[in-house]
């Protein structure tokens, strides 16, 4: 049975969709005015593996997620680099789907963009207005907290420790209270000139409305495109920690003062940062390192195993370290597949009492291994087991009673595991060795065959200086990338 943490009950519940194996998901997209770092792949990893996992316990998930093309943060880059808006966000949108390519998530069902759900945005302002929720001042129409009894639900806070709510969007003299968020946004009267002094004046997106022109506010956009795809109430609304204040909070007040039902959402999964040196990683703080930044040195599988091995919820602290680590024990497993291949294909006559004690160890694993899982999705619990067996399965092999069955057994259960981590046998990303390399290597080879050992270790050192390294192993040279170069 499956129990989930839900931060708006702070507890693990049962998890019980609302329509029996059906999950309706949504989780907060980027906002697509720069490229994303792997705090966002963080994110993204998590709930591509939480997918994937329901999905092989049989459930039917629709995984929803949003791209924010429009926001202050948008205006303001398209205003730096003289581009418009639309320009800058197709942009990010397109290198955004490279990097979820290249991290192999691919759980989503259906993106969808802010700016392409105007017409239902407008709808939400409206019967929020109509509701008595909204009202109108002279920048913008507002959310009325005060109007909501319930709102603080999820973050635990009150009206009046609402006053961090404030994004730039949200500032306005004329509002009731001073956690009062903006719905939708006037277009600034007169037009504004670009920074660099040029006469071309600078369009801000805006759309026409009942109210004026304008542009959505930060929080209307999510609860147009949940309702639009899942109605007024969803199994599952997801992001990282930052969100539960005040953006998902605002998401309840908006979506159950329209609808007057609640739970807006059954369970709410908030992943912890990925920090370095304890703080967030974020654009704003400048500590961070892009996707594609790190995939140049390291393989997708390396971030893979480093996301999944934390538990969820935990902040990920990210050093070189702890990423030649998870290199480390990616290697552990390639060697214990390697070795449970070639058992597997050896022609070996079987021992009962052998395969009884390998099909034992695999049973006791997977017990293992789906009780972690299902306990709000312990990987770190998880893997320890995988490790376990690995532990126990080299020690079989080393006593010649790993037997073909039993190995198949083990490769078996591991591809099972794969299908939601995916770090054990991914394959998408393997890099081509270059050819310069490898007349390298093939030179390096002939010299020692010659016995020039002298000259192959300067061979040796030019492959290194390429950013490669050898590793002389009995059936011949393994060329490795050094992970740092
Ligand atoms: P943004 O594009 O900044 O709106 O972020 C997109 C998603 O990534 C949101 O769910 C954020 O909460 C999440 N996110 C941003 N920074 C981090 C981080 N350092 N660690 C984990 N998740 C993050």
Same mark, same amino acid.
């Given at each position: 049975?499956?129990?989930?943490?839900?931060?708006?009950?702070?507890?693990?519940?049962?998890?019980?969709?609302?329509?029996?194996?059906?999950?309706?998901?949504?989780?907060?997209?980027?906002?697509?005015?720069?490229?994303?770092?792997?705090?966002?792949?963080?994110?993204?990893? %998590?709930?591509?593996?939480?997918?994937?996992?329901?999905?092989? *316990?049989?459930?039917?998930?629709?995984?929803?997620?949003?791209?924010?093309?429009?926001?202050?943060?948008?205006?303001?880059?398209?205003?730096?680099?003289?581009?418009?808006?639309?320009?800058?966000?197709?942009?990010?949108?397109?290198?955004?789907?490279?990097?979820?390519?290249?991290?192999?998530?691919?759980?989503?069902?259906?993106?969808?963009?802010?700016?392409?759900?105007?017409?239902?945005?407008?709808?939400? %302002?409206?019967?929020? /207005?109509?509701?008595?929720?909204?009202?109108?001042?002279?920048?913008?129409?507002?959310? @009325?907290?005060?109007? &909501?009894?319930?709102?603080?639900?999820?973050?635990?806070?009150?009206?009046?420790?609402?006053?961090?709510?404030?994004?730039?969007? =949200?500032?306005?003299?004329?509002?009731?209270?001073?956690? =009062?968020?903006?719905?939708?946004?006037? +277009?600034?009267?007169?037009?504004?000139?670009?920074?660099?002094?040029?006469?071309?004046?600078?369009?801000?997106?805006?759309?026409?409305?009942?109210?004026?022109?304008?542009?959505?506010?930060?929080?209307?956009?999510?609860?147009?495109?949940?309702?639009?795809?899942?109605?007024?109430?969803? @199994?599952?609304?997801?992001?990282?920690?930052?969100?539960?204040?005040?953006? !998902?909070?605002?998401?309840?007040?908006?979506?159950?003062?329209?609808?007057?039902?609640?739970?807006?959402?059954?369970?709410?999964?908030?992943?912890?940062?990925?920090?370095?040196?304890?703080?967030?990683?974020?654009?704003?703080?400048?500590?961070?390192?892009?996707?594609?930044?790190?995939?140049?040195?390291?393989?997708?599988?390396?971030?893979?195993?480093?996301?999944?091995?934390? !538990?969820?919820?935990?902040?990920?602290?990210?050093?070189?370290?702890?990423?030649?680590?998870?290199?480390?024990?990616?290697?552990?497993?390639?060697?214990?597949?390697?070795?449970?291949?070639?058992?597997? +294909?050896?022609?070996?006559?079987?021992?009962?009492?052998? #395969?009884?004690?390998?099909?034992?160890?695999?049973?006791?694993?997977?017990?293992?291994?789906?009780?972690?899982?299902? @306990?709000?999705?312990?990987?770190?619990?998880?893997?320890? /087991?995988?490790?376990?067996?690995?532990?126990?399965?080299?020690?079989?092999?080393?006593?010649?009673?790993?037997?073909?069955?039993?190995?198949? @057994?083990?490769?078996? &259960?591991?591809?099972?595991?794969?299908?939601?981590?995916?770090?054990?046998?991914?394959?998408?990303?393997?890099?081509?060795?270059?050819?310069?390399?490898?007349?390298?290597?093939?030179?390096?080879?002939?010299?020692?065959?010659?016995?020039?050992?002298?000259?192959?270790?300067?061979?040796? *050192?030019?492959?290194?200086?390429?950013?490669?390294?050898?590793? =002389?192993? *009995?059936?011949?040279?393994?060329? *490795?990338?050094? #992970?740092?170069?």
């Amino acid at each position: 049975m499956l129990k989930a943490y839900n931060t708006l009950s702070r507890k693990k519940e049962v998890f019980k969709p609302k329509e029996g194996k059906k999950v309706e998901l949504f989780v907060c997209g980027p906002t697509t005015y720069d490229f994303s770092h792997i705090g966002h792949a963080r994110t993204y990893i %998590v709930f591509d593996m939480l997918v994937k996992y329901l999905k092989e *316990k049989g459930y039917n998930v629709f995984y929803l997620q949003n791209i924010t093309d429009v926001d202050d943060k948008i205006v303001n880059r398209a205003k730096e680099e003289n581009v418009s808006w639309k320009v800058l966000t197709r942009k990010f949108e397109r290198e955004y789907f490279k990097d979820m390519k290249s991290l192999a998530v691919n759980s989503i069902t259906k993106y969808a963009r802010a700016t392409s759900h105007i017409k239902e945005i407008i709808s939400q %302002v409206e019967r929020l /207005s109509r509701k008595g929720f909204a009202y109108k001042i002279e920048d913008g129409i507002y959310y @009325d907290i005060s109007k &909501f009894k319930e709102y603080g639900k999820l973050s635990r806070r009150t009206a009046l420790q609402a006053e961090d709510a404030v994004t730039r969007i =949200d500032e306005s003299i004329g509002k009731r209270n001073r956690g =009062d968020f903006c719905l939708w946004k006037f +277009s600034p009267k007169e037009s504004l000139r670009l920074p660099t002094g040029q006469a071309k004046p600078f369009t801000e997106p805006s759309w026409p409305s009942q109210w004026g022109d304008g542009r959505p506010g930060w929080h209307i956009e999510d609860t147009a495109i949940t309702e639009k795809y899942f109605g007024p109430q969803y @199994d599952v609304h997801g992001g990282a920690k930052d969100l539960i204040f005040p953006h !998902h909070e605002a998401e309840i007040s908006q979506m159950e003062a329209i609808s007057g039902k609640k739970p807006l959402v059954r369970y709410w999964f908030h992943t912890g940062f990925l920090t370095v040196g304890g703080t967030k990683m974020a654009k704003s703080l400048g500590n961070f390192v892009t996707i594609r930044e790190f995939l140049k040195k390291y393989p997708t599988r390396i971030l893979r195993l480093f996301v999944i091995k934390a !538990h969820y919820r935990s902040p990920i602290d990210y050093t070189e370290n702890s990423i030649l680590q998870a290199e480390k024990e990616l290697e552990r497993i390639d060697e214990f597949i390697s070795k449970l291949k070639t058992s597997a +294909s050896a022609k070996a006559t079987e021992d009962k009492q052998n #395969s009884k004690i390998v099909k034992n160890l695999v049973l006791v694993t997977r017990k293992e291994f789906e009780k972690a899982m299902d @306990d709000d999705f312990n990987t770190p619990k998880a893997i320890a /087991s995988l490790f376990n067996l690995i532990n126990r399965g080299n020690s079989l092999i080393a006593q010649n009673k790993m037997f073909p069955s039993a190995a198949e @057994d083990i490769l078996n &259960f591991l591809g099972k595991m794969d299908k939601f981590f995916n770090f054990i046998f991914f394959k998408k990303i393997k890099e081509k060795i270059p050819d310069e390399v490898m007349k390298l290597v093939k030179e390096r080879e002939e010299e020692r065959k010659k016995g020039n050992f002298e000259k192959a270790d300067e061979v040796r *050192k030019k492959i290194n200086n390429l950013g490669y390294q050898i590793e =002389d192993a *009995k059936e011949g040279p393994k060329i *490795k990338k050094i #992970s740092n170069f």
